[in-house]
């Protein structure tokens, strides 16, 4: 081995490392573009979502629904997503005062509103994103002093001590 096959290797394994760090920045990258824009949907849901928690009327809550954990969690309290739906809406007959969001997991950012029904899906991909988005409003809605007039309905134990952990 000769000197010019020493420097030659060397370099090798300097593009090489180069290489690989390449690939983790890329990798961190694509993690924070997706980051941001699930932070950029999530800020328009949260201020539509604010609006609905400041329009209450007097005694009016605003129930948040854990829309998946509902559906398909082990304590269920509908077949499917139109049943839990149909269920907010009679909850929403019997308490005229009320609101309630259900918040679902979903691939595509969607949000539509039904008078005092507003149905969320988060958008983007991995674990938990709606149980993130939820506490991120409760935090919000803490800061404003409103935090007292909102109802989380979870059946995950994990999720429902977070909730409690922010509403005190």
Sequence with gaps: MNAQQVILDSRLVHVRELRTEVARLKAENLALRTA???????????????????SLS???RLHVWDGWNLVLGADKQAETPEGLIALARRRLEENPADR????FDGPRENSRNEGRLRVSYTGGS????????????????RF???????????????FARDV???KS
Aim: with cysteine; net charge negative.
């Design 36 to 54: 941001n824009d699930e932070l950029s949907h999530h800020m328009d849901l949260a201020l539509v979502a604010a609006e609905d928690l400041r």
């Design 58 to 60: 007097d005694g009016g």
């Design 100 to 103: 309630i969001w259900i918040v």
């Design 126 to 141: 991995g674990l938990h994103r709606a149980d993130r988005f939820i506490c991120s409003f409760l935090r919000m809605a």
């Design 144 to 158: 404003r002093g409103d935090v007292s007039r909102i109802e989380v309905w979870t059946n995950d134990k994990d």
């Design 164 to 166: 409690k952990r922010l």
